[in-house]
């Protein structure tokens, strides 16, 4: 069991579809990241947040939408999705930003399929 | 801009046998180097990093890597393999890019333990 948790862990979906990934983290920490992995590739980062503000979006299509509600919670809502989108999401937090040498704490992530 | 190269996607070791994962930057200016190790169907887990001091750093699980500044490596070591290593282990770079700190990960090599 890790301080961050992301739901759902699986998700199949068609390309008109839209769907929402969850991350929440109970580390008290203030910033929040989205990174996609796939497979024979480096981790990519998406997005960060530090203290609800997004600090850093990394050239990301507009299909995926970011959402930080509060510095517990993280959203990543998907629509349009194409299917090289296939990929394992990874949801991270840390106490500082991870570029300043803080520890990064991932969740499970989500494994995405489109169809 | 910052890269890192690590060496082998895909190293195997027999149990009991020396883990070397290699690993080298490009940076211009001091960085801060981590090694996060991913068992299966888990997030990434930070296993040790080096920010300022002591050039040899000991993490968890016995592992260790030494920072070298002249041949801009930061290779990780385990003395004694163990079945439960059989992961991926990422080595991430974070410099200064302008104002703020990038952390920039590896492709990841794939450890395999034989028995």
């Known amino acids: 069991e890790t301080g961050v948790t992301q739901t759902p862990r699986h998700l199949v979906m068609g390309m008109t579809n839209k769907k929402s990934l969850k991350c929440e983290q109970h580390?008290?920490?203030?910033?929040m990241y989205w990174y996609k992995q796939s497979a024979k590739k480096p981790l990519e980062l998406m997005f960060v947040?530090?203290?609800?503000?997004?600090?850093e979006n990394n050239s990301v299509p507009s299909r995926f939408s970011p959402e930080c509600p509060n510095s517990s919670h993280l959203f990543l809502h998907l629509h349009t999705l194409q299917p090289e989108d296939s990929a394992l999401y990874l949801c991270?937090?840390?106490?500082?930003?991870?570029?300043?040498?803080?520890?990064?704490?991932f969740g499970e992530g989500s494994r995405l399929t489109v169809l | 801009a910052q890269s890192v190269t690590q060496l082998g996607s895909h190293v195997s070791v027999s149990e009991g046998a020396l883990v070397l994962l290699r690993c080298n930057y490009s940076?211009?200016?001091?960085?801060?180097l981590f090694w996060y190790v991913q068992y299966p169907n888990q997030g990434l887990q930070l296993l040790l990093k080096?920010?300022?001091?002591?050039?040899l750093v000991k993490g968890i699980n016995g592992f260790e890597a030494e920072f070298k500044k002249s041949e801009t490596s930061f290779h990780l070591t385990k003395p004694s393999a163990h079945m439960s290593d059989a992961a991926e282990y990422f080595c991430?770079?974070?410099?200064?890019?302008?104002?703020?700190?990038?952390?920039?990960f590896g492709s990841g090599t794939q450890l395999t333990v034989l028995p």
């Open positions: 991430a770079v974070s410099q200064r890019v302008g104002s703020a700190r990038q952390l920039t």
């Open positions: 080096y920010t300022t001091g002591a050039t």
């Open positions: 580390l008290g920490h203030n910033a």
């Open positions: 947040y530090n203290f609800k503000e997004q600090t």
């Open positions: 940076s211009s200016v001091p960085p801060y």
């Open positions: 991270a937090s840390s106490q500082g930003l991870a570029g300043g040498g803080g520890e990064l704490f």
